[in-house]
């Protein structure tokens, strides 16, 4: 039998929501593989939607994520800006804090369920 457990999705939003674990898995994986767009394609997404997904987090945040790199001979490329670092870490460390918070408060409030 399964447990019984709460489950939480972090979205930060201004005039709606720009930011969420989509976005963080995008730039994540974007910051593995150094490429948007291979990044995208391991989502099963189209690079217009990552590209769409990313200009309107940046619009929001008010700065660049990623450093691109136009294509070539060697091909292009993107990497995190500082900026976009330093926030996804900031975002992570805020996101597993709540978890625990609201870990110990489910046990609390649903102690008789458990």
Not at 21 to 50: F, I, W
Request: with cysteine; proline share 2%.
């Amino acid at each position: 039998m399964n447990k019984l457990n709460c489950s939480l999705k972090i979205r930060l939003a201004k005039d709606g929501v720009f930011f969420g674990p989509g976005v963080l898995d995008l730039l994540r994986l974007t910051e593995k593989y150094e490429s948007l767009n291979a990044a995208a394609k391991s989502m099963n997404l189209s690079y217009s939607k990552a590209y769409k997904m990313i200009n309107g987090t940046e619009d929001a945040l008010g700065f660049k994520l990623l450093d691109r790199k136009i294509g070539g001979a060697n091909g292009g490329g993107s990497t995190l800006t500082p900026e976009c670092s330093e926030f996804l870490n900031i975002y992570e460390q805020f996101s597993q804090e709540l978890e625990s918070t609201s870990e110990e408060m489910f046990n609390t409030y649903f102690e008789k369920y458990l």
